[in-house]
């Protein structure tokens, strides 16, 4: 399900600051891998390259070439848009890596910043 209104979402790893953008190592440690075939409704999967949780995952007959293959249909954990990709059921598919750490909202500043306080 998208974030709500007045939840704050942060995704950071400890070697990346607010103000620095994601360097290659960085994002390869927030997903990991999974074989297709073992992503369940519920589950959360790589889909087009956005985090998404699967609502739907329908496998297809086994075509002329052999291999099965799975329709997998997930919401976009940011937007909430539908986003739709068939995989070999056999490959591997990116899974994010997911933390939840709730904040608390200290105050905020006149150019618009949050100040944050964690448990």
């Known amino acids: 399900r998208p974030l709500r209104p007045g939840i704050v979402g942060v995704i950071l790893s400890r070697d990346m600051c607010a103000d620095q953008s994601p ?6 440690s927030l997903v990991s891998y999974q074989e297709a075939k073992s992503n369940k409704r519920g589950s959360l999967a790589m889909l087009r390259n956005q985090p998404c949780r699967i609502v739907e995952a ?23 848009v539908k986003v739709e990709e068939i995989h070999h059921s056999s490959h591997r598919l990116e899974v994010p890596v997911w933390t939840k750490t709730d904040y608390m909202v200290a105050g905020t500043s006149d150019d618009g910043c949050l100040s944050l306080m964690d448990d």
């Open 58 to 80: 329908n496998i297809c007959k086994v075509g002329k070439h052999g291999s099965t293959k799975i329709h997998y249909v997930g919401l976009d954990l940011w937007t909430g």
């Open 23 to 28: 360097s290659a190592e960085t994002v390869g």
